[in-house]
């Protein structure tokens, strides 16, 4: 054993990584075995190999490196993958139990520590501190659950924020007074205040517009992932200027750039990924490094202080997150998962705690002593496990629930959601794809379908190999953003009947493909194809036309045609287009006749509560007109129309092409054909023809004739 000694602690630099990558590669193996949840594995194992256990590893600057990027980062995804609009709707729930999860915990941690400890007022207030805020350790477990945008835990998350800010402001007036033997001033709290509102205003300004400019500029996915933390680190740095936590810093910098990196998004996948592989395990495993259960042994004394932190600070949160539950009338499942989240204690603590220490009230007497530190450590070990149990029994139990919820709900839908991408131009492709992903329900997980028609000429095998080449490169963007994607390369001889044969074939449900971009190809509105293709199937076609980035969007306006709720796709678009703006986390503007928005209204609010909906009276079509003088380069407009002889079908929409093309050059763009039944108008017959013409003989002429009068009209005024 001896021999073995003397090469501990592992001091190089690619051993400790190694090392480092087998518990994190075996942590969740093992834990898996025993049903017990992964995060604890990680703890443990910086137990056991930390100085205090093996010592194998030492706590060097490496775990103090990865483990502040760790713990930052937990904080950043919990702000980036936050519901907002359901943060805003629910801002005073998150208000109370924010009040509350800091101001029980505090108050019973305070009585305890002057009655059963024996702690000074100014070392209570600091050990109160540590027990009313908490480290969001429990996160990743409901992020692997899908519960991220659940209603307890944007709650649980909100209210997380708000107790740590009101502890750290309440750390700096109790180290002020116990430092300098007076509390903080008027001044002290008035520069405190200009600089964090000056901080957060700066970053309120100077962020969105920044992420705006560098998503649109550069697309390369990389520079993205780089740009995205870079960000976070300069918002966690700037807000330790101010006099606070960076961890704050970092949560902030989450909540403002959330709805430019939608949730299924490529960029999304990366930072979670790199997160969860890397940064958090290394902070968890710090954490584990830092406890030395050999203290419990250590007499009453410690063991005493341990159960009455670990003790009296648990049931101060279990009480806040019940009480809340009940004043807020929501589920005791939902209780749990608030206690879960909010339970476990780390880093500040830690941070807390050795503040305490610095702090000399007297020759060679510091306002907290070793057996608090002890103590705080323990404590840690045993918040994070009864945080990590708690929170994964209650998030499998509210997986389940809201999976048979779903299922109950599938079933009397039918839902028959696959969708079918044709792809002709590189510039488009990804965008599509970009579309159809955030459209599609995750929940389902049926995967995508991405199509390249060639003509079967002389050029079919230059042509193959050019949409092969197009096709891998969108099977790479879909495997980054975890979305299943099938792909095929078809021969025809007409690509409208090509693309329709294939729908057919793999019994899709929906087609979402470009307006055409290349001038040359076609003069016409449509493009070659795309009119055979919607007329000659009653299944729902999306036409997009994106000249900008997807989450640099920030409205989509959609012009509903009267009598459209009449239609069988009238909830099928509606649910698409909820499902984006939600993704991307901007408004969506429904402009229509009343009948049909109170329908929307019904719908959106009930299926997608979360989502920012506004609805606007617009009598008459014409409208559609000045809707472009209100809408923005950065916002979308969606047509809702329909095919020739349907219920909602008028006149007006022949116009449409003409229209679009003249007050909606250049801006971002999307039509919608929606389902609609009929006599299967995608059975190809002499006498029920696919193809009709985008202008009729009668306008052609029409046309001419008002040249003709507008030359005459000039040439009569001349004289």
């Known amino acids: 054993m001896s021999l073995l000694t003397q090469y501990f602690p592992i001091t190089n630099p690619t051993m400790v990584f190694f090392i480092v990558l087998v518990v994190i590669l075996f942590a969740p193996i093992v834990m898996g075995k025993l049903r017990i949840p992964h995060i604890i594995g990680m703890v443990l194992a910086g137990v056991v190999l930390g100085k205090y256990g093996l010592g194998i590893l030492e706590r060097d600057s490496s775990f103090e490196l990865f483990g502040r990027v760790g713990l930052l980062y937990i904080m950043f995804l919990a702000g980036i993958e936050m519901d907002m609009e359901g943060l805003r709707k629910r801002a005073r729930q998150v208000g109370l139990f924010g009040l509350l999860t800091f101001a029980v915990p505090f108050l019973l941690m305070y009585v305890a520590s002057r009655l059963l400890l024996g702690y000074s007022h100014m070392a209570s207030v600091l050990l109160s501190c540590i027990m009313s805020t908490n480290t969001l350790i429990a996160y990743p477990i409901v992020a692997r659950y899908g519960l991220k945008r659940h209603y307890a835990t944007t709650l649980s998350v909100g209210a997380s924020m708000l107790s740590l800010l009101i502890t750290l402001v309440v750390v700096a007036a109790a180290t002020g007074a116990a430092g300098g033997g007076e509390a903080p001033g008027v001044l002290f709290w008035l520069v405190f205040v200009i600089k964090f509102i000056g901080y957060c205003a700066l970053l309120l300004y100077m962020l969105p517009r920044l992420t705006r400019w560098f998503l649109r500029r550069y697309s390369d996915s990389v520079m993205q992932f780089i740009f995205v933390l870079s960000m976070m680190f300069l918002s966690a740095a700037l807000c330790e200027l101010v006099g606070l936590e960076g961890i704050f810093g970092a949560f902030f910098s989450g909540l403002i750039m959330n709805r430019y990196v939608p949730p299924l998004s490529p960029l999304m996948n990366r930072i979670e990924f790199i997160g969860n592989a890397l940064f958090i395990p290394y902070f968890l495993i710090g954490v584990g490094m830092l406890i030395n259960l050999r203290l419990l042994f250590g007499g009453a004394d410690i063991i005493s202080t341990v159960a009455c932190i670990v003790i009296v ?79 994964d029994s209650a998030a499998r139990a509210t997986a389940l629930l809201d999976k048979e919820n779903e299922n109950i709900d599938n079933s009397k839908r039918g839902d028959d959601e696959k969708i079918l991408i044709p792809v002709k131009y590189p510039e488009t492709a990804g965008t599509l794809l970009a579309l159809a992903s955030m459209m599609r329900n995750p929940e389902l997980n049926r995967g995508l379908i991405a199509l390249n028609v060639v003509y079967d000429d002389e050029d079919t095998e230059r042509n193959q190999h050019r949409g092969q080449l197009l096709l891998e490169n969108m099977v790479a963007q879909a495997s980054a953003a ?111 006749r009343s009948d049909s928005l109170v329908l929307i209204k019904k719908y959106v609010a009930t299926r997608h509560a979360s989502v920012r909906a506004e609805y606007r009276d617009m009598p008459h079509w014409n409208g559609l007109i000045e809707l472009a ?32 093309t003249e007050y909606y050059h250049g801006t971002n763009l999307m039509i919608v054909f929606p389902d609609q039944h009929g006599p299967a108008p995608d059975t190809l017959t002499f006498a029920t023809t696919s193809h009709r013409e985008q202008r009729s003989a009668y306008q052609e002429i029409l046309t001419a004739l008002r040249k003709v009068s507008g030359k005459f009209k000039k040439k009569n005024d001349a004289h």
């Open 313 to 391: 600070g648990t049931l101060g949160k279990a009480l806040a997150a019940y009480i809340s539950c009940v004043v807020l009338r929501q589920t005791w499942l939902s209780g749990h998962l608030m206690f879960g989240l909010t339970s476990a204690h780390a880093a500040a603590g830690i941070a807390i705690v050795m503040i305490g220490m610095r702090l000399e009230v007297s020759p060679g007497h510091y306002l907290l002593g070793d057996d608090t530190l002890n103590g705080v450590v323990v404590m840690i070990l045993f918040t994070c496990i009864i945080s990590t149990m708690v929170t």
């Open 482 to 592: 975890d979305v299943r994607l099938q792909t095929q390369v078809r021969l025809a001889t007409n690509i409208g009947n090509g693309i329709k044969h294939a729908f057919k074939e793999y019994d899709c449900s929906e087609i979402i493909f470009g307006v055409h971009i290349h001038p040359n190809s076609s003069r016409v509105f449509w493009g070659e194809f795309a009119q055979s293709v919607f007329n000659g199937l009653s299944s729902q076609i999306i036409i997009a036309r994106c000249t900008q980035p997807l989450s640099t969007l920030r409205a989509i306006r959609v012009a509903v045609p009267s009598r459209a709720e009449f239609e069988p796709g009238f909830y099928r678009w509606i649910e698409r287009l909820s499902r984006l703006s939600g993704s991307i986390g901007c408004r969506l503007v429904f402009n229509g």
């Open 629 to 660: 003088k209100s809408t923005n380069p950065d916002e979308m407009l969606v047509v809702v129309t329909a095919r020739q002889g349907t219920v909602s079908y008028k006149s007006a929409l022949d116009r449409l092409p003409e229209e679009l």
